[in-house]
C-alpha cells in the first residue's frame, strides 16, 4: 500500500501552496511531513484524503487516482485533520460507531471493531461521555480511533500531537509507532525530536516546495557537510596568528581554522574538517609537539533542527 | 468514461450511507434541544390559535390549522436547518465527513430527510385536533388528507431551501437569515401578484408554494402541483450539493 505524490501543485486562487512536489511512501513506513507552519503540509494532505484536488500534477493510493477513484481512496485511508474537529455533543461511543457505518464496517463486526479500538486507544473509562466533555489527550485519541476505525492501510496525521502535554505526547507517539508497524503513515508535525522518535523518513516542506527528503541519519549526514570542532590552546606564543595559526591549517584534512579569540594565555579556534574524518587525533599530537596545553577540544555536530533551520530559513530571508 | 461514472458516482446516493447520516441527524435534534423546542413551540402556537377561533367559526374543520402552520413553518424550519451543514464546516468537521466515503448527495440527502422527519414528528401530536373534531362534529376527509400531504411537501421544500442556505456559509445565524428569505420568497410569490405585470402573474403563481399548497389543501391532488414540489426539492437539494463541492472549485 504506497502513496505516490507527482508533480503535485495546488493553487489557492493565485496563490501557489505547494509547488510541484514529488514523493512516495512504502508499505510499512512512517513518513515525518516537516515544515513550518503554512509551508503547504496540511494543503498535500487534504490533497491525499480526497478534501481537495489538486491542480495539477497527481497522487496516487495503492495505484488509485486521488481523482478518479476518490471513493475507493478513501475506503483505504483514515484521516486525522489538523485540530482535530469532532462532534462534541455525541458521546465517545456513538460517534465511534457512526464513524464505523460510514466505512460500512457490519453489524456483526461493529461490536469487537468499537471494542478493540476503545481499547487500543485507551478510551475505556470515557467511553459514555460526551466528547466536548473531554480533556484534550482524550479527544486526540478519539480522533485516532476514529481514524483507524476500519483498519485502513493507509493513515494520514496531521499535526497528531499538537496542544498535548509531554507525557500524552509520548503516549500518541507510542501508539502510532505500535500502529504504524503495519501500515503506511503520513504524520505532519513542526515538532522535530517527534520525527526523531517516531519517523523512518523525513520529507521537509517549506514554501510549497520539498527542500530535503531522507532518513534523519541521512539528512544530518548531508547537511553536516564539514565537521567543525572547537580547541582552545594554552599557549606561550606572542601571536596567535602566526605561531598557532599555520601549525593547525597544516593539520592534515583541515580546510579552514578561525580565530576566535583569546582568554590569558588561552586562544580558542573553530576548525573545520572534511566530512567524515575525524581530526581530533591529529589535533591533539600536533598540540602535545607543540608543547601546547590543549584546554578543549570537542567535534560539534549538527541536529536535526539545525538541518530544519538552515532549510527554511535561508529561503525565507 | 471514467470521469462520467465519477460524476455519476458523485450524485447517486446509497440508502446505506443517507440512511447512516439521516439516523445520527435525527438523534441530534434530539440529543440536543432542537426537537423539543421545536416540538414546544410548534404546538403551544397552534395551538392556542387554533383552539381560540375554533369555537367562534362553529365548523368542524381544520381549515385554520392548514392556514396557521405553513406561516410557523416559515420560522421554525429555517431554525431548524440552519446548522445542518453551516455547523460542520464551521467546526470543520465537514472534512472528516467528506473524507469518509461517501459522496455529498449522501451527506445532503441524510440531512434533508432528518429535518423533514422532525417536521413530520412536530406535526404528528396536531391529528389529536383531528381526532377531537371529529368527534364532535362530521368533518369533510378529504381536505384533511390534502392539507396533510400538502404540509409535508411544503415542509420538505422548506427544509431542503433552509438546507442550500445553510450550504452556502459557515455562520448559523447567516444561515437562518438567509433561509428565512429564501422561503419567505417562495411563500410570498403568489401573493403579489396585484403589484406586477400581467404577463408574469401566470408564472409567479406557479412559482409559488402557497398555490399548489392550497390546490392539495382543498383534497385536490394533482399530478402538476406533487411535481412542482419533488422538482423544486430535487432542485434545491442539486444547489446544496453543488455548493459543498465549491470547496473543489
Not at chain 1, 514529488?22 to 494532505?45: C, D, Y
Not at chain 1, 478510551?123 to 481514524?147: P, W
Not at chain 1, 505500535?178 to 508535525?189: E, H, N, P, Q, Y
Not at chain 2, 440536543?32 to 395551538?47: K, R
Request: overall charge neutral; aromatic content about 10%.
Amino acid at each position: 500500500m504506497s502513496i505516490t505524490v507527482n508533480n503535485l501543485t495546488k493553487y489557492y486562487g493565485s496563490e501557489k501552496a505547494v509547488n510541484d512536489i514529488s514523493f512516495s511512501v512504502h508499505k510499512g513506513e512512517i513518513l515525518g511531513f516537516l515544515g513550518p507552519n503554512g509551508a503547504g503540509k496540511t494543503t498535500t494532505m487534504k490533497i491525499i484524503t480526497c478534501y481537495l484536488p489538486p491542480s495539477s500534477g497527481s497522487v496516487e493510493v495503492d495505484g488509485l487516482s486521488v481523482e478518479k477513484e476518490s471513493l475507493r481512496v478513501r475506503r483505504k485511508i483514515g484521516y486525522l485533520p489538523e485540530l482535530n474537529p469532532l462532534y462534541l455533543d455525541m458521546n465517545v461511543v456513538d460517534y465511534l460507531e457512526y464513524c464505523a457505518r460510514l466505512h460500512n464496517i457490519q453489524n456483526t463486526t461493529m461490536k469487537s471493531r468499537l471494542r478493540e479500538m476503545i481499547d487500543v486507544c485507551g478510551l475505556t473509562t470515557v467511553r459514555h461521555k460526551d466528547i466536548g466533555e473531554l480533556s484534550k489527550g482524550y479527544k486526540q485519541r478519539v480522533g485516532l480511533a476514529q481514524a483507524m476505525i476500519h483498519d485502513p492501510e493507509v493513515l494520514i496525521l496531521d499535526e497528531p500531537t499538537s496542544g498535548l502535554d509531554p507525557n500524552q505526547i509520548v503516549e500518541i507517539r507510542n501508539l502510532i509507532r505500535r500502529l504504524g508497524k503495519a501500515k503506511t503513515v503520513i504524520l505532519s508535525t513542526h515538532i522535530l525530536s517527534e520525527v526523531q522518535a517516531t519517523c523512518d523518513r523525513v520529507v521537509i516542506i517549506n514554501e510549497g516546495s520539498i527542500v530535503a527528503n531522507g532518513t534523519p541519519e541521512e539528512l544530518q549526514q548531508q547537511f553536516q557537510g564539514t565537521t567543525k570542532y572547537a580547541v582552545e590552546v594554552k599557549a606561550a606564543v606572542n601571536d596567535p596568528m602566526s605561531d598557532i595559526f599555520p601549525k593547525l591549517k597544516a593539520i592534515e584534512h583541515i580546510d579552514t581554522v578561525m580565530y576566535e579569540g583569546q582568554e590569558g594565555a588561552n586562544y580558542r579556534f573553530t576548525l573545520q574538517s572534511t566530512r567524515g574524518i575525524d581530526v581530533r587525533e591529529q589535533i591533539f599530537r600536533q598540540s602535545v609537539a607543540e608543547n601546547w596545553v590543549l584546554m578543549e577540544l570537542s567535534k560539534q555536530t549538527i541536529s536535526l533542527e539545525d538541518v530544519f533551520r538552515k532549510l527554511t530559513q535561508a529561503q525565507n530571508n | 468514461m471514467s470521469t462520467l461514472t465519477a460524476t455519476f458516482n458523485k450524485f447517486l446516493p446509497t440508502i446505506t450511507n443517507t440512511r447512516t447520516i439521516f439516523a445520527k441527524e435525527l438523534k441530534s435534534f434530539f440529543n440536543s434541544a432542537v426537537a423539543y423546542v421545536v416540538i414546544v413551540v410548534f404546538l403551544s402556537i397552534i395551538g392556542w390559535f387554533f383552539t381560540n377561533n375554533l369555537f367562534l367559526m362553529n365548523t368542524a374543520s381544520l381549515r385554520l390549522f392548514f392556514e396557521l402552520t405553513p406561516l410557523i413553518f416559515l420560522f421554525v424550519i429555517p431554525a431548524i436547518t440552519m446548522r445542518l451543514l453551516a455547523e460542520e464546516k464551521k467546526s470543520g468537521t465537514i472534512e472528516l465527513l467528506t473524507t469518509k466515503p461517501l459522496n455529498d448527495a449522501e451527506i445532503v440527502l441524510g440531512k434533508f430527510f432528518a429535518a423533514w422527519a422532525l417536521i413530520a414528528l412536530a406535526l404528528l401530536p396536531s391529528v389529536l385536533y383531528y381526532i377531537t373534531i371529529a368527534s364532535l362534529g362530521s368533518i369533510d376527509n378529504g381536505p384533511v388528507v390534502g392539507g396533510y400531504i400538502g404540509l409535508l411537501l411544503m415542509a420538505g421544500v422548506y427544509v431542503s431551501v433552509g438546507i442550500f442556505a445553510s450550504s452556502v456559509t459557515d455562520n448559523q445565524i447567516i444561515a437562518f437569515i438567509l433561509g428565512f428569505l429564501f422561503v419567505f420568497f417562495f411563500f410570498i410569490l403568489d401573493k403579489v401578484l396585484f403589484y406586477v405585470p400581467e404577463f408574469l402573474t401566470g408564472i409567479l403563481e406557479f412559482l409559488g408554494v402557497d398555490y399548489h399548497f392550497a390546490n392539495i389543501a382543498r383534497g385536490v391532488i394533482d399530478s402538476r402541483d406533487i411535481i412542482y414540489f419533488l422538482t423544486l426539492m430535487g432542485f434545491m437539494l442539486y444547489l446544496s450539493v453543488v455548493s459543498l463541492e465549491r470547496r473543489k472549485w
